[in-house]
Structure formats: structure tokens, C-alpha cells
């Protein structure tokens, strides 16, 4: 055990913000002055287990990084600048699972490469060992700055009924990295690189967050982890609404393989938003990858529409007509 | 597993700070206002892994609440008081340790307990299933208040030469507690059972944190986690010093059965602290438990001294006589 923490602390003692931010001389809290805040503070926390939320042949700097991504695209959801954060790791005890010196050093260069890439602090952390597998919880700490200061935070629940539903890029990108990585997809070397690259790399919206609360126009936004379809469903039931979504405007992943699969697989990453029809037009010059996808309506649940305008049913093996 | 997060959703939601503080509307983010700070942010985050740090057969209000007391701890050692907190919690999934709906609504009660007596509140949280034992990670934010905001965190590595070290109350309830729950120690029927509440509900000495910060004259603080003995080397350490422990001097929780174990054992939440000889007599007059147990002078290690002033070696099998 001795050696095991002596390790992390070759590894993460480094990386940990010194002077006035941080966790000073082996402190056991961390410290965030006041005037590093320009807006009140957004929070989160996030938990990726491994086998469950990563897969146990992800290479450790990744892992690392996607366990810090996961929560800046929370932050970006908010219109949220990251600030600094909080590292909590359990490594498994037994024998077996013991992860190698050089996981543990891969790790941290993973966590450097991405704190430095995404200009915030690594404040402090617990480290713990026990009989389960590898989990990492980071809780990020973030501001909003620049225009995004001035405006509220675009909570989930903010969507009104005319609202339309709006995404900052591709869906189905998390789907098909994780297919790749499982086998059961072949593709051409370059794309099966892209997919996983986006499985294991996904990147945090922080820019078009900040921009669409900078806007003072996005009523409510989340970003996209659990699926599109799943996500959406969630905006409209935290508002008390339904919503419609036009399958045939859904920008997708290329190759488009199967697009339910992609619009209901998590892992994307993608900012999902509401906001009025004026504003979405405005908003859509400047995303390089924007769609509007829908609206938000009276009533509640979820609709997918076809070409035509009809209801599509979702069901276990596809879509069929909900009318036929 | 919608199930079980339907359990979650019902038992958690309803503690979750709502309106301008805490996680609204199902967001994926928390919202914390400047304007509850009245001082920079102390930040804390510990894991409690079941069977590592609190044991199967405890019950969920306490785990609940003594995983958040071990972070109000830490607060509590840089004269902070608490904010709030976000909940990070890793339910097993296998269907032998699934937890029931009974042991969830008692964790959320024991939860919420404790948010009230230490008025904090939840701004938010993450819930995970996964092959792994329970796992609840805490993270707290705090800030000073009254005397101690206008005075210097008490930081683990900041003591000086000369200063006195002292604890704010008795040492060895945690390990009699834990020596009570596994059997191996038979006590009167009372005495156990104060053992047990100090083991399961360890006090966060917040008080006495402020009182020492606010006094101005201590100069490194850290709550006694890892025994004494152990966390008064890592006190000198953290300031490339050593430091001196006078047995005789050391308050032990009753009745004294086995001072080195004591001495020695976790789980103990007292606050140790160095301070100069002079400050050191005024904060005894304010601490009703307190007792001054040692000093910091040059050089390196660790020194048990008996109470003729001869070191002692501390051993495996106790302590003997350094220089027999």
C-alpha cells in the first residue's frame, strides 16, 4: 500500500496547482481564491468505472482525459470556463487488477496533457484502493466569463413549448467508436481512427457553450451523453413539455450505418439546446456544425418525425411508423 | 437500473438545495453564488469504500453521515465552515449486494440529517452502478467565517520550529470503537457504546478549526485521520521538521487499554495543531478537551517520550525503551 501511494504521489503531487491555488504541502484540503471566480460558481461530478464506463483496453491517458472531458462537457452545457477540479481515484487492490507503475504514469501524463489543453487547475484529490475496479470521480469547478458573465446559465428545465431544438454537430460518433473498439464494425482504417478517437476523445463544447449563453437567446441546454433521443426526451420532461424531432434533419456520423443506433448511443458529447426560431438562425452563422433537429411543443413525450412529417415509433429493433 | 435510479431520484432529488444554490431541474451541473462565500474556497474530497473504510454491518445513516463528517474534518482543519457538497455514489450492481430500497431511504435520512445539523447544503451529484463494493465520495466546499476569514488558512506544512503541538480532545476513541464492532474488545454495555458512535459518527471538530484559525497564532492545523502518531510525522514532515510526542501528555480516550493502539489507530477526527508555546496557553483556556502533547524542533522523524523525557521506540509489539 505504502508504495502504491508513494507512486501517486510521483505521479499526481506534480500536476497539483501550487501557491495560492491548490493543495499546499500534502494539505488535505485544496484552495480556490475568490478572485480566480468571474461569475458564480457551476459544479459537477462524474464517475466513470471501468468495464463500465471505459473499456479495460482504453490506453490510461485516454481514460484519464474522457474522465476530465465527461465533466467539461458539463461545464460547457452551462456556458461554463473551466476553473480547476477535483481528483478522486480508487484503484483495485488485489493482485490482479493492480494497475502497473507505468498505467499509473500514463494516466497522469493523459491528466497534464488535458489540464494544460483546457487551461485549468488541478486543485487536489483523495486517492483510495479497494476490491472493486478502477473509478475515477472528478469533480470540475467552472465560471462563466466574457459575454456568457452577463447571462443566466441555460438550465435543462428553461425550454419553452415553440422553442426549437437545436444541436451543435454530428450525433452518433460515441456509437460508432464503441462499435469499432467491440468488433462488430469495419470500416476504413482513417474512419475507424475518427470514431474511436471520438469514443475516447470526446470533446467538451466549450466554446459553442459559452457562445450560446454569450447569445442571451438559449433558453436551456445539456449536453448529449445518454443519446440524443434519450436527451431530448430529458430537456422536454424537465420543462414539462414534448418535444418533436425531425429524423431526416438529425446531422449524423459519417458513414451513416444506422442511424437509430447513432441517434439513441450515448457517449456523444454534442451540445443539445432551446431557443426561439430567430435566435436559432442567428445562432446556426455561427456553429461550423449546427442543426436545428426540432422543436419543443405542448404535451409530453417523444416524437420522431420522417421526411413527411409523420410520427415514427421507436422500438427495440428500429423505427417503424407509428401510423401505418 | 431505471428502477434504481427511480430510487435515487425519489430519495436524493428531495435533499438537493433548490433555488438559487444546488442542481435544478435534473441539471447535470450544480450553481454555487459568490455571494454565499464570505471568503476563498476551501475544497475537500474523501471516498468511503464499504469494507475498506466503514464496515458492511454499519448502518447506511451512519455511513452516510460519517462519510460526510470525515470531509466537514477536513473543513474543520483549516478553520473553514461548511457550504456544501456534491455526492458521488457507486451502488453495486450485482444482484447480491444491490442495495435495497430500505438501506437507500435510511442513507438519504442520515444524509439529510446531517446537512441540517452542520447547515450545509447538497448542490448535486453523480450516481454510477458497477461490479464494485459501495462507494460514496464526498466533495465539500467551505469558506471561513467571523475571526478566522480575516486570517490565513492553517496550513498542514506551516508549522515552525519551537511551536507546541497540541489536539483539541481525547485520542483512541476511533480504534476502541472499531476494536468494540469486530469483537475483540469487552467493555461495559455504556462505554461500548460511546466506542461505537465515535467510530461511526466521528465529530468534525468545526468549532474548535475556527476558534484556532480565528485566534491568529496557529500556524499548521490537520485533523487526526490516520492516528495520531502517524498524522503528528506527516505535520512535521509537510514542514521539514521534526517533531517530539510526550506520552504522559497525551489525552487518551477511557478506559486505557492499550495507549500505543490508540496512539496509533484511525478513525480518530480530533484536530492536532503547532502553535507558538505563548498562543498555545491561551487557546487551552477556550478548549474544553484540549491538552498541549509535543513540540516541532530541527531535524527529521518522529519521538516518543516517556515521562522521564527517554525516547521510546515505537515497535509492531508496542513501544520499548530506545536506549534500553
Redo the contacts between chains.
Keep these: 500500500m505504502v508504495a502504491e501511494f508513494d507512486l501517486i504521489d510521483r505521479y499526481f503531487r506534480p500536476l497539483v496547482a501550487d501557491g495560492d491555488f491548490g493543495q499546499?504541502?500534502?494539505?488535505?484540503?485544496?484552495?480556490?481564491?475568490?478572485r480566480a471566480?468571474a461569475?458564480?460558481?457551476?459544479?459537477?461530478?462524474?464517475?466513470l468505472?471501468e468495464?463500465?464506463?471505459f473499456l479495460a483496453s482504453d490506453p490510461p491517458e485516454t481514460v484519464a482525459r474522457k474522465a476530465l472531458r465527461v465533466n467539461l462537457s458539463?461545464?460547457a452545457?452551462?456556458g461554463?470556463s473551466p476553473v480547476g477540479c477535483?481528483?478522486?481515484l480508487?484503484l483495485p487492490s488485489s493482485a490482479h487488477a493492480l494497475k502497473s507503475e507505468a498505467w499509473l504514469a500514463d494516466f497522469a501524463r493523459g491528466l497534464a496533457l488535458d489540464l494544460q489543453q483546457f487551461d485549468l487547475q488541478l486543485?487536489?484529490?483523495?486517492t483510495?484502493?479497494?476490491?472493486?475496479?478502477l473509478?475515477i470521480?472528478i469533480?470540475a469547478?467552472g465560471h462563466a466569463t466574457g459575454a456568457a458573465a452577463s447571462q443566466p446559465?441555460m438550465?435543462?428545465?428553461?425550454g419553452r413549448a415553440g422553442d426549437l431544438l437545436c444541436v451543435t454537430g454530428p450525433i452518433g460518433w460515441g456509437y460508432l467508436g464503441l462499435q469499432v473498439l467491440q468488433g462488430g464494425l469495419d470500416l476504413p482504417e482513417a474512419t475507424k481512427r475518427q470514431a474511436i478517437q471520438h469514443y475516447r476523445l470526446p470533446e467538451p463544447r466549450l466554446r459553442e457553450g459559452a457562445l450560446l449563453r454569450g447569445s442571451g437567446t438559449v433558453h436551456a441546454c445539456?449536453?448529449i451523453?445518454d443519446g440524443l433521443v434519450a436527451d431530448a426526451r430529458?430537456l422536454a420532461?424537465?420543462?414539462g413539455l414534448a418535444c418533436l424531432l425531425d429524423l431526416a434533419k438529425i446531422p449524423l456520423a459519417e458513414p451513416k450505418l444506422d442511424p437509430v443506433a447513432q441517434i439513441t448511443g450515448g457517449d456523444d458529447y454534442q451540445l443539445l439546446f432551446a431557443c426561439p426560431g430567430e435566435a436559432a438562425e442567428a445562432i446556426m452563422t455561427q456553429l461550423e456544425q449546427g442543426a436545428i433537429i426540432g422543436r419543443l411543443t405542448q404535451g409530453q413525450g417523444l416524437t420522431l418525425l420522417d421526411a413527411d412529417g409523420n410520427a415514427l415509433r421507436l422500438a427495440k429493433e428500429g423505427y417503424v411508423h407509428a401510423k401505418p
Design positions: 499546499l504541502l500534502r494539505d488535505d484540503c485544496a484552495h480556490l481564491p475568490l471566480l461569475s458564480d460558481l457551476v459544479l459537477t461530478v462524474d464517475t468505472i468495464g463500465v464506463h458539463d461545464l452545457a452551462k461554463a477535483l481528483l478522486a480508487s486543485l487536489g484529490g483523495d483510495t484502493s479497494g476490491p472493486g475496479p473509478s470521480s469533480t469547478l446559465p438550465l435543462r428545465g428553461a445539456m449536453d451523453s430529458h420532461d424537465a420543462a
